[in-house]
């Protein structure tokens, strides 16, 4: 999808509606100014310009050409020089294996198995999705430990499919 001045409306950043979380606070709680820091799906590099002062390196995954140029003339409007964009697909991220600190995926598809490779043993995957159920691939990736599936919520989930996940948490 090209890239298209909506994406800049209060609205869908969450200033004119807050929601209930404060997504950048949280990943700045998981980020340490050493951190590799991945972004799938980084779109006009809203998110990463905010972050770059707390990591020492992001790269952002983008394939729409139109939102990329956008987010490099964002990027060059300051003072960071931390930031880099890469134009690629989540399906096969173009990074060796354990090589992110910490990875993150806002509201965009995304390959689990690939998160999940290129992400250091004892890191964070930090995801905003819509649903408890859109989250269960991520979950069966990770897989379980002695309280079963891990993550927020997955005590929900039971050993089924996650047909047991109630409409509202």
């Not at 003339?73 to 003072?79: A, P």
């Not at 930031?83 to 910490?102: G, M, Q, R, S, T």
């Not at 002695?146 to 929900?156: A, C, I, N, P």
Request: with cysteine; net charge negative.
């Amino acid at each position: 999808m090209p890239y298209d001045q909506r994406y800049e409306l209060d609205l869908l950043r969450g200033t004119e509606e807050p929601r209930p979380w404060d997504l950048l606070k949280i990943i700045r709680e998981y980020t340490r100014k050493s951190d590799v820091l991945l972004d799938i799906g980084c779109g006009t590099a809203f998110k990463l310009i905010q972050l770059a002062g707390n990591v020492g390196k992001i790269y952002g995954l983008e394939p729409n050409e139109k939102m990329r140029t956008k987010a490099e003339e964002n990027i060059r409007l300051i003072e960071f020089s931390n930031i880099a964009l890469v134009n690629e697909h989540a399906n096969e991220i173009p990074f060796k294996d354990n090589y992110f600190d910490v990875v993150t995926c806002m509201v965009v598809p995304h390959n689990t198995a690939e998160v999940y490779r290129v992400l250091k043993q004892n890191r964070y995957a930090i995801l905003e999705k819509i649903g408890e159920s859109d989250k269960l691939n991520f979950k069966k990736e990770f897989g379980f430990n002695e309280g079963g599936y891990r993550g927020q919520f997955s005590y929900l989930l039971g050993e089924g499919d996650g047909e047991n996940i109630p409409e509202r948490i």
